[in-house]
T-cell receptor, first 113, second 109 residues
């Protein structure tokens, strides 16, 4: 089945220690998104890639970076995680731009100690 | 501040009762999408509305997009326990894509 896969499902990192979350897709979609979702809140879009074009949301902190080495994979790098970065990180894909339905992965729950 | 607000934040209904969540944006949206997120799960796409005044139905679910393209609603007729979850609207202002604040639905058997 075509799907969006996120690894790991749970990640524990130390305060200030860089961490990378990964996402892969078998849908062959052009767009990949990263969202941050804190408890009982809405998903917040951090950035997205349209093919190789990176689009950062205006209020995404510089601490968050992303890489998309190929169509299938996208990575979220948190350079110096703070306690406030503990959250669920959701990867999503869509066939084209934001006007198209998004398919979400199961998420990676990040804990910062 | 938050661009897309939903009311109510929480709703408890008896199974069989109807449920409505309202989505309001401070700016005009090019389109509106609705997602459902079950407890512990990830958002799942339900529908997209594009045209002003558009109404779409999916079985017991009815979706509306306002004439000014600033508001939307989701109405569920005769709720079932499988309807439990948080319902989010999401829209594109042209500059940014926002999820609404969500409405958490609890259905009491």
């Amino acid at each position: 089945d075509a799907m969006v896969i996120q690894n790991p499902r749970y990640q524990v990192t130390q305060f200030g220690k860089p961490v990378t979350l990964s996402c892969s897709q078998t849908l062959n979609h052009n767009v990949m998104y990263w969202y941050q979702q804190k408890s009982s809140q809405a998903p917040k879009l951090l950035f997205h890639y349209y093919d190789k074009d990176f689009n950062n949301e205006a209020d995404t902190p510089d601490n968050f970076q992303s890489r998309r080495p190929n169509t299938s994979f996208c990575f979220l790098d948190i350079r110096s995680p703070g306690l406030g970065d503990a959250a669920m990180y959701l990867c999503a894909t869509s066939r084209a731009g934001r006007a198209y339905e998004q398919y979400f992965g199961p998420g990676t729950r990040l804990t910062v100690t | 501040g938050q661009q897309v607000m939903q009311i109510p934040q929480y709703q408890h209904v008896q199974e069989g009762e109807d449920f409505t969540t309202y989505c309001n944006s401070s700016t005009t949206l090019s389109n509106i999408q609705w997602y459902k997120q079950r407890p512990g799960g990830h958002p799942v796409f339900l529908i997209q509305l594009v045209k002003s005044g558009e109404v779409k139905k999916q079985k017991r679910l009815t979706f509306q997009f306002g004439e000014a393209k600033k508001n939307s609603s989701l109405h569920i007729t005769a709720t079932q326990t499988t309807d439990v979850g948080t319902y989010f609207c999401a829209g594109d202002t042209g500059n940014q894509f926002y999820f609404g604040t969500g409405t958490s639905l609890t259905v009491i058997p």
